[in-house]
C-alpha cells in the first residue's frame, strides 16, 4: 500500500526549531519527489519544500533560509527541519508526493499523508 | 510566481444540480511542446487531506467519479460536478505544476448544499 505517515508536529515557542518526519511505505523516496504543503488554521494550501529524485531541493520563499527538506534513504524517510519559528508557520504540514501513480506529473500531488500540527506560540 | 483564483469563493447548490468552479492563472500553464496543461483539482472534506480528483487539466484520476470533469486550456480552467451528491461536500483546490516550484494553489472554493 502506498502511503505517507507524518510525525513530529507539537507546540513550539516563537524563534524555536522542529523537525518533522514522513515515513513513506510502497514506494521508495530515493527514486521520486517529495514534498511539504502546509494549510494554516482556516486557510488554504500552501506549498512548502520539495525533494526531488536527484537530491536537489527547493523551498517556498516564505521558509527559505528557515526550513531545509532532507531524507534518509536507508529509513525511506524525508524530513523537514524548521528553524526561526514564527507564529505565522502555524499550520497542518503534509507530506505528499508527486508522479508515484501518474507518470510525469512532477508538482502534482497524488499521494498524501494525513498531516501533523505544528503550532508556533508562547 | 503563477498567481492562482478561483471563482466563486463558495457556492449553495441543490442536490442533483450542476456546480462550476472557475480557476484564472496569471501566466499561461500550457506547455507548448506536449500541448498538456499543467493544471490539478483537488478535493478536501472537513477534517481530511486533500484528494487528487483531476490532473492535466482534464484527466480523472482513477476512482474518481465521473460527474466530476475538467475543462480549459492556457490560463482559464472549470472544474464542473455535472449532478451534486451529498458526498461531494467540500473545498476545491486548483493547483498549476507547470514551473519549477513553487507550485502555486487557488484560494479554494466551497461548495455546500442548497
Known amino acids: 500500500e502506498l502511503q505517507l505517515v507524518e510525525s513530529g508536529g507539537g507546540l513550539v515557542q516563537p524563534g524555536g526549531s522542529l523537525s518533522l518526519s514522513c515515513a513513506v511505505s510502497?514506494?521508495?523516496?530515493?527514486?521520486?519527489?517529495l514534498s511539504w504543503v502546509r494549510q494554516a488554521p482556516g486557510k488554504g494550501l500552501e506549498w512548502v519544500s520539495v525533494i526531488y529524485s536527484d537530491g536537489s531541493t527547493h523551498h517556498a520563499d516564505s521558509v527559505k533560509g528557515r526550513f531545509a527538506i532532507s531524507r534518509d534513504n536507508s529509513k525511506n524517510t524525508v524530513y523537514l527541519q524548521m528553524n526561526s519559528l514564527r507564529a505565522e508557520d502555524t499550520a497542518v504540514y503534509y507530506c505528499?508526493?508527486?508522479?508515484?501513480?501518474?507518470?510525469?506529473?512532477?508538482?502534482?500531488?497524488?499521494?498524501w499523508g494525513q498531516g501533523t500540527r505544528v503550532t508556533v506560540s508562547s | 510566481d503563477i498567481v492562482m483564483t478561483q471563482s466563486p469563493e463558495s457556492l449553495a447548490v441543490s442536490l442533483g444540480e450542476r456546480a462550476t468552479i472557475n480557476c484564472k492563472s496569471r501566466r499561461s500553464v500550457l506547455y507548448s511542446s506536449n500541448n498538456k496543461n499543467y493544471l490539478a483539482w483537488y478535493q478536501q472534506k472537513p477534517g481530511q487531506p486533500p484528494k487528487l480528483l483531476i490532473y492535466?487539466?482534464?484527466t480523472r484520476e482513477s476512482g474518481v467519479p465521473d460527474r466530476f470533469s475538467g475543462s480549459g486550456s492556457g490560463t482559464d480552467f472549470t472544474l464542473t460536478i455535472s449532478s451534486l451528491q451529498a458526498e461531494d461536500v467540500a473545498v476545491y483546490y486548483c493547483?498549476?505544476?507547470?514551473?519549477?516550484?513553487?507550485?502555486?494553489f487557488g484560494q479554494g472554493t466551497k461548495v455546500e448544499i442548497k
Open positions: 492535466w487539466a482534464s
Open positions: 510502497g514506494f521508495t523516496v530515493s527514486s521520486n519527489y
Open positions: 505528499a508526493s508527486s508522479a508515484v501513480t501518474i507518470p510525469h506529473t512532477i508538482g502534482a500531488f497524488d499521494i
Open positions: 493547483q498549476q505544476y507547470y514551473t519549477i516550484p513553487p507550485w502555486t
